[in-house]
T-cell receptor
């Protein structure tokens, strides 16, 4: 158990819908990261937040957005869902702050999103 | 970012040492070498990391060559639960600081 929690574990929805994935970081961690893992793309970095502020963006679609709240939990919002958005979504957390090169990320168990 | 090369698959007998190689010949001087593993569709699990010196923890040992162009992850006594995809990831370079780039990794299969 990494200490990172994600809800829900599974999510099944239809194309065009909007969903919200939730992540609670390990106690004391200020950085939260989101990753997507699809069958054909492997694990890909989406976005990073540190203490409520966006710090880095990867290959995140404009239909996707995220935020980190004052209690440090984070939500990933996926809208106008397409079949290709079906994937595992992982959240990771680390102590932070950005700029620390050996800041280890710990991953949650993931949310499996199925878009029908 | 440093590119890595790992064998796509390896196998190992239970109880024997598993030695997983990684080539990272373009690694920069300030990049750490991190190893993670992913057991079927579970969240990636941190194993170990190092910069120049060899490292050991309760899970594994990491041997980094003197020129830092390659490393080897050693699981000293592999068990069936070590069957997973293992990723070698250089971390810490410039604008990509903070994000992990997962390649294809090595599928390690431990057999009884």
């Amino acid at each position: 158990d990494s200490g990172v929690t994600q809800t829900p574990k599974h999510l099944i929805t239809a194309t065009g819908q909007r969903v919200t994935l939730r992540c609670s970081p390990r106690s004391g961690d200020l950085s939260v990261y989101w990753y997507q893992q699809s069958l054909d793309q492997g694990l890909q970095f989406l976005i990073q937040y540190y203490n409520g502020e966006e710090r880095a963006k990867g290959n995140i679609l404009e239909r996707f957005s995220a935020q980190q709240f004052p209690d440090l939990h984070s939500e990933l919002n996926l809208s106008s869902l397409e079949l290709g958005d079906s994937a595992l979504y992982f959240c990771a957390s680390s102590v932070g702050p950005p700029g620390v090169r050996s800041d280890t990320q710990y991953f949650g168990p993931g949310t499996r999103l199925t878009v029908l | 970012d440093a590119k890595t090369t790992q064998p796509p698959s390896m196998d190992c007998a239970e109880g024997r040492a598993a030695n997983l190689p990684c080539n990272h010949s373009t690694i920069s001087g300030n990049e750490y070498v991190y190893w993670y593993r992913q057991i079927h569709s579970q969240g990636p699990q941190y194993i170990i990391h190092g910069l120049k010196n060899n490292e050991t923890n309760e899970m594994a040992s990491l041997i980094i060559t003197e020129d830092r162009k390659s490393s080897t992850l050693i699981l000293p006594h592999a068990t069936l639960r070590d069957t997973a995809v293992y990723y070698c990831i250089p971390v810490g370079g410039g604008s990509t600081l903070g994000r992990l780039y997962f390649g294809r990794g090595t599928q390690l299969t431990v057999w009884p």
